[in-house]
C-alpha cells in the first residue's frame, strides 16, 4: 500500500503525511553517504543477548559523521515554510545546536540512544535524526529495489553466524 493510498484511507492523518513527504524530500537532497554493512560474527553475542545493532558496543556503527547532514536538515527547514510552529521549533533547535561547541557530539547521542543534554525540541530531533539516519542504512542494506526493507534480528544460520535476514513489506 502507498502512502497516498494509505492517506486516503485515513484522511486525518493527512498533515502528519505531508509533513513526512516534506522530511523525506529534504533529506533526499542532502549528500547522506552509505553505511558499511557489519561484520555480523562480532554482533552475534550480544544479538542473542538482545541488545539492539545500533546500540551494541562490539560492532562499529558509529554516526558522529551524520552530524553534520542532520544540522542541514534541521538548517534546511528551518528556512522553509513550515505548517504551524514547526518552522519556529526547527529554528529554535538549529539555534541551540549552532550555539552550543558540543551540540554535534551530542545530537547523535539523542537520536541513538535518547540521551544527551537537553534539546529544545528532543522529539523533532530524534525524528529528524532518525530520517537522516534510516537513509544512511537503508542506502547500504536496508532497502531492496521493491522498497522492502531488511529485518535484521529474526534468527542466526547458527551460532556465531550471520544473522538471517528477513523480508518484510514496507507497506505495512
Aim: a neutral charge; aromatic letters at 6%.
Amino acid at each position: 500500500m502507498t502512502r497516498d493510498v494509505w492517506l486516503a484511507k485515513h484522511p486525518y492523518l493527512r498533515p502528519v503525511g505531508e509533513l513526512h513527504a516534506l522530511v523525506d524530500a529534504t533529506v533526499d537532497a542532502i549528500t547522506v553517504p552509505s553505511a558499511c554493512i557489519p561484520h555480523w560474527a562480532e554482533y552475534t553475542e550480544d544479538f542473542h543477548a538482545g541488545v539492539p545493532l545500533l546500540q551494541s558496543s562490539k560492532v562499529a556503527m558509529g554516526f558522529s559523521h551524520l552530524e553534520t547532514e542532520v544540522l542541514s536538515l534541521i538548517q534546511t527547514l528551518a528556512a522553509s515554510a513550515l505548517p504551524g510552529t514547526l518552522a519556529e521549533q526547527c529554528r529554535a533547535l538549529d539555534t541551540q545546536l549552532r550555539s552550543d561547541r558540543d551540540s554535534p557530539r551530542l545530537t547523535m547521542a539523542e537520536v541513538v540512544g535518547g540521551d544527551s543534554g537537553s534539546p529544545a525540541y528532543p522529539g523533532l530531533l530524534r525524528y529528524l535524526g532518525w530520517a537522516v539516519l534510516v537513509r544512511y542504512l537503508a542506502r547500504s542494506w536496508g532497502r531492496s529495489n521493491n522498497g522492502a526493507t531488511r529485518n535484521v534480528g529474526s534468527g542466526t544460520t547458527a551460532l556465531g553466524a550471520e544473522p538471517r535476514l528477513r523480508w518484510r513489506s514496507s507497506s505495512a
